[in-house]
């Protein structure tokens, strides 16, 4: 393992001068932060994936358009030679009003790629320029040269052996001489074509990119200080959490809690190396570390909240003591790159939800054509509008009374679906996202505010 910090910071991080300011203070503070990873600057990716879905109206456009200019040189028009990277940011606007142009009339999840990619090349410009301001010798780098991916444009899967290579090539001997300064949530296939993580990729490409140079450590830089038992704006009682242990922290990921990628954690897991999570606002507040082993295990730890859920129903009598069904459920879902989440079972239908977190976001959908096939097996019935409730522990299944403690305190909401007992980390159930904001209220005051 390397001496080698790996630091990432979020877009809020990076959302002006004052806030990049703070950036280049923390990683001052830490001479072992050699690699700095960062994302667009806030509000930046949003804006580029609707200009990637394609903005008929011109005047529309070139509204957005201006706000991308306005963001990005508040920021530049306070540096001290901002004609350093004057015509590099040009040059990626430019880029940007014309595959916006394309995208009205021949949008593709390659352009958008293209497009939404735009945000970290020209935030990873002005950082690395206010860091050489600073007195820092400072380089940024293209993580495309060494961040290979699947062609799955939109939510694109990392090659690992490709990556090892590169970063071990190209990146390593950098980070030896300066202070590298790159981007998260971007790559590029093996035609080097531009592709990018799904949404909230920077921390998982900052995991990978920290796997690959041996890091001794990665630090997630965000807009609160640490990992909450719950969202603080839904519960403002809930409090930070010091140390937390990778499985639990993966199932606060993977089930809502926004504070880091579903898969940071895998890269960091495989190489034991621990991970902080603070805030660049307040850095002196502390944070919360992620390690493989902590002090205590509690039956509860937090409670998450992930909205935009999708539940699919399918009913068929031919279900009942019959074998193939599901296999053939899971067939159809598979040629059509359905990915499932939960799952629960009776003896005639099965439920199960999908989630998916590419570039466009919104709440999933079954594709028309798979629909169409499974239609042809049993009936099918697709509800949307739902979000899920995790809780997150330790060994909640072996506790006698914590499912009469949990289920008491929600017996006055309508529980759509409930998954409990496949892993001993988690309870988890959907219902009407109109309620679900109180239900977790509820459950953080009854298990965690007492």
Request: with cysteine; glycine share 6%.
């Amino acid at each position: 393992m390397s001496a080698i910090n790996v630091a990432k910071f979020g877009g809020t991080s990076v959302a002006n001068f004052e806030a990049m300011s703070r950036c280049v203070t923390i990683v001052e503070n830490n001479p072992q932060t050699k690699l700095v990873v960062i994302s667009a600057c806030s509000g930046v990716t949003n804006i580029l994936v609707e200009l990637a879905n394609g903005v008929t109206e011109q005047t529309k456009r070139e509204q957005l358009l201006q706000t991308l200019v306005d963001i990005h040189f508040s920021i530049i028009n306070q540096l001290k030679h901002p004609e350093k990277i004057n015509n590099e940011i040009n040059e990626i606007l430019t880029k940007i009003s014309q595959c916006a142009e394309r995208a009205v009339s021949e949008p593709s999840e390659q352009l958008t790629d293209q497009l939404v990619s735009c945000g970290e090349l020209m935030s990873t410009h002005i950082l690395c320029q206010l860091m050489c301001e600073k007195g820092h010798n400072a380089q940024r780098f293209d993580i495309r040269t060494v961040m290979k991916t699947t062609s799955v444009f939109g939510n694109a899967e990392p090659l690992l052996d490709e990556i090892s290579i590169a970063v071990q090539t190209h990146l390593a001997p950098l980070c030896k001489e300066s202070i590298v300064v790159t981007q998260g949530f971007i790559g590029s296939d093996l035609n080097n074509k531009t592709t990018t993580l799904g949404r909230g990729g920077s921390d998982y490409s900052a995991a990978l990119i920290a796997e690959a140079i041996s890091a001794s450590g990665l630090e997630i830089w965000t807009d609160v200080p640490g990992i909450y038992t719950t969202d603080p704006r839904i519960a403002p009682q809930a409090h930070p959490i010091k140390e937390i242990s990778f499985a639990e922290a993966s199932e606060m990921a993977n089930f809502g809690a926004k504070i880091l990628h579903p898969s940071t954690l895998v890269p960091a897991l495989r190489h034991k190396i621990p991970v902080f999570v603070g805030s660049s606002k307040e850095p002196q507040l502390g944070g919360t570390w992620v390690k493989q082993e902590v002090e205590s295990a509690p039956l509860f730890r937090a409670v998450t909240l992930r909205g935009n859920q999708t539940m699919i129903t399918l009913k068929s009598l031919n279900m009942f003591q019959a074998s193939g069904f599901l296999a053939k459920v899971f067939t159809i879902l598979a040629q059509h790159k359905v990915s499932v989440d939960l799952i629960t079972t009776s003896e005639i239908s099965v439920s199960l939800t999908l989630d998916h977190t590419n570039t466009q976001g919104g709440s999933p959908k079954l594709p028309p054509a798979a629909q169409q096939e499974l239609e042809k097996l049993c009936s099918v019935v697709v509800e949307h509008n739902l979000s899920l409730v995790a809780l997150i522990g330790n060994e909640m299944g072996q506790a006698k009374g914590a499912a009469k403690q949990i289920f008491g305190t929600l017996e006055d909401y309508n529980l759509r679906m409930i998954c409990y007992g496949a892993s001993c980390h988690n309870l988890c159930f959907l219902l009407h996202e109109s309620y679900a904001r109180n239900a977790v209220q509820h459950l953080h005051r009854e298990l965690f505010e007492g």
